[in-house]
């Protein structure tokens, strides 16, 4: 068991550990939160806090993950992933990391456009600037 982060009052007091991790002998994996996780979720701390965790509670085994700090959701099924821009800003510059294996990738957007992207060797795909709360379909070629 690891204690990840401990709440403290505005004197600097310790008041209680917030997170903890723990791994049995079988290799479960487990993270517990004793607060509301979700209410900053799009701040740029607290979007790499959940991803890291994410990450570790499944032993790295995630099929995709936004790397970028962005507000990009996610939804993998198979071989394809279904990706929303949650925000009214484009999402510029995103970087993608695609597990399923293969470099080509095609990305299909609701309007009918569709355009061949690639993965890099360590499977890291540069995004094209997403729309404002579009919706968008990545699929291996």
Known sequence: ???????HDYGG???GTSMTAFENDLGGRVVVMGYYPWSQIHSLAKSSQMKAVAEWVSAGRLPALVESYSKIVLWCRGGAVVLLNASLDPAEEAVLRWKPGG???????MSGAARN???DGEG????PTLDPWGIYLL???
């Open 1 to 7: 068991t690891a204690a990840l982060s401990h709440i």
């Open 13 to 15: 007091q310790v008041l």
């Open 103 to 109: 470099t080509g990738l095609r990305l299909h957007a």
């Open 117 to 119: 992207l690639a993965a």
């Open 124 to 127: 890291r795909i540069r995004l």
């Open 139 to 141: 699929v291996g070629a």
